[in-house]
Structures are given as structure tokens and as C-alpha cells.
């Protein structure tokens, strides 16, 4: 099946400036990569998503860029707030056609004010 | 509102007892998953269902059970048979837009 790798497992930055997440993916055929924000004790929450037909997509102080050809996609996070500090989980869509996500191992950011 | 809600929060199990955990959602979404997250890894897919009455192994099924006899429930039962079920327990839906929605998350402790 899918495997998708994510790097680094923690990142410390300090408040205002960018943080990027980078992910890579195994499966040629997947064509969706979400990105979830997972604070302590609860459930992840999309934040953004990108489709394989769009390089970048970007919304506010968060962007997703996709490079498929390198079968690799990252989260970029620009003006850091203390509050942007959760875990981070990138995903990808499996081959089947279904919504069957494989994840990453996450990344602890943690923005120090 | 919409949403998704698992129950309960906490959940404590004793050697050799199976113990259900709750996932309902009013979302109107068909498709349903149980996830397990151990500190430092990832999700890993336990279970999913893409209609009622109809579920599929995930990666990790071993050890667990899962019904859908309603679209708006999906319930998780871990047996004795899993050797090592202290973990925190995601459940997600989804519809049409491909997004999942999680639910806030159910932390099983074996005592």
C-alpha cells in the first residue's frame, strides 16, 4: 500500500517566523494530500488540502505546494503564533477508489513566543 | 451543529474484558473509519466502512470488531484478543468532498 513519510518529527521556531513540514509518498496514483492540526487531547482538523492537478494552494498564513513528479508535498506556515504549536499530520489519498488516507508520523511544532 | 462524537473520552479496560467505544455523527456522511494513534507514529486504519452493513479491514484489525448497522453510528469493540489496546482511538467520517471530519477521541487504558 501507500507510505507516506514525514520529516522532521519536531520543530521549534521562534514566534514570526515560517515553518515548513515536508512529506513524501510512495503511491503515484494517489491524488489528494490533506494536512490535519492535532492540539493535545483532541482530533486532528483539516487545515488545508491539495489536489494532484494544483502546484500550490494557499489560504491566509498557510500554504501546500506539491511537486508530483517527486512524488513530495509540503506545509508551509509563514508569521508563526504560539498558537500554531500542535502536532501536524500530512496524509495521502490510497489507490483504492475510496477516501483511505495513509498518514505521516506527524510533527511537533512548537512556536516559542 | 454537525459533527462527529465519540464516547467516552476515557475508558479503562481489565485484562481479558472487551470494551466498546461509541462513534455517531449527524453529518449525513457515508463513509466511516476507526483509527488508533500511539505516541509517535502516526494513524493507523483499523477499520472502515464505506456504507451500512458493510465494513473492511483495515491495517491493523487484529483484535477488533466493528458493526454498522445505522449510517450514523459506527461503534469499535476491542476483544481480549488485543494484546495491546492502550492507545488514543480516532474515529472520522466522511462524504462527498473527500475531507475527513475526526472526532475529538477516546483514550483506552489497560489497568
Known amino acids: 500500500g501507500e507510505n507516506v513519510e514525514q520529516h522532521p518529527s519536531t520543530l521549534s521556531v521562534q514566534e514570526g517566523d515560517s515553518a515548513v513540514i515536508k512529506c513524501t509518498y510512495s503511491?503515484?496514483?494517489?491524488?489528494?494530500f490533506p494536512w490535519y492540526k492535532q492540539e493535545l487531547g483532541k482530533g486532528p482538523q483539516l487545515i488545508i488540502d491539495?489536489?494532484?492537478?494544483?502546484g500550490e494552494k494557499k489560504d491566509q498564513r498557510i500554504a501546500v505546494t506539491l511537486n508530483k513528479t517527486a512524488k513530495h508535498f509540503s506545509l508551509h506556515i509563514t508569521e508563526t503564533q504560539p498558537e500554531d504549536s500542535a502536532v501536524y499530520f500530512c496524509?495521502?489519498?490510497?489507490?483504492?477508489?475510496?477516501?483511505?488516507?495513509?498518514f505521516g508520523s506527524g510533527t511537533k511544532l512548537n512556536v516559542k513566543p | 451543529d454537525g459533527g462527529i462524537t465519540q464516547s467516552p473520552k476515557y475508558l479503562f479496560r481489565k485484562e481479558g474484558q472487551n470494551v466498546t467505544l461509541s462513534c455517531e455523527q449527524n453529518?449525513?456522511?457515508?463513509?466511516m473509519y476507526w483509527y488508533r494513534q500511539d505516541p509517535g507514529q502516526g494513524l493507523r486504519l483499523i477499520y472502515y466502512?464505506?456504507?451500512?452493513?458493510?465494513?473492511q479491514k483495515g491495517d491493523i484489525a487484529e483484535g477488533y470488531s466493528v458493526s454498522r448497522e445505522k449510517k450514523e453510528s459506527f461503534p469499535l469493540t476491542v476483544t481480549s484478543a488485543q494484546k495491546n489496546p492502550t492507545a488514543f482511538y480516532l474515529c472520522?467520517?466522511?462524504?462527498?468532498?473527500?475531507?475527513?471530519?475526526f472526532g475529538s477521541g477516546t483514550r483506552l487504558t489497560v489497568v
Open positions: 453529518l449525513n456522511h457515508d463513509a
Open positions: 503511491d503515484s496514483a494517489s491524488n489528494y
Open positions: 472520522a467520517s466522511s462524504g462527498a468532498n473527500y475531507g475527513y471530519t
Open positions: 466502512s464505506q456504507i451500512v452493513n458493510d465494513f
Open positions: 496524509a495521502a489519498s490510497g489507490k483504492d477508489n475510496f477516501n483511505k488516507f495513509y
Open positions: 491539495i489536489r494532484s492537478n494544483v
